[in-house]
């Protein structure tokens, strides 16, 4: 289920950033999303699209580090 999850949200990160990062290099976790160039907007979008999908809804003056590598955002989704 966690692998599943990882290639969802990095099919999400990708949409967010309208191609710029890949559902690749996402998974590869080799830098930060913010290294790979997703942008405040582009993370805004994606925290929609989680919130949408998952049901949920986050805080945005909260804690955003979890939105820095997939796998960081995917234990903070389970």
């Known amino acids: 289920m966690t692998e599943e999850l990882r290639v969802r949200l990095a099919g999400m990160i990708a949409d967010a950033s309208n191609g710029?990062?890949?559902?690749?290099?996402?998974?590869?976790?080799?830098?930060?999303?913010?290294?790979?160039?997703?942008?405040s907007l582009a993370r805004i979008s994606l925290i929609d699209t989680i919130?949408?999908?998952?049901?949920?809804?986050?805080?945005?003056?909260?804690?955003?580090?979890?939105?820095?590598?997939?796998?960081?955002l995917v234990a903070a989704l389970k």
């Open 20 to 39: 710029v990062i890949s559902p690749d290099e996402v998974l590869s976790g080799r830098h930060t999303l913010s290294a790979l160039g997703l942008t």
């Open 51 to 72: 919130e949408d999908v998952f049901g949920l809804e986050i805080d945005l003056s909260g804690d955003l580090s979890s939105f820095e590598d997939v796998d960081t």
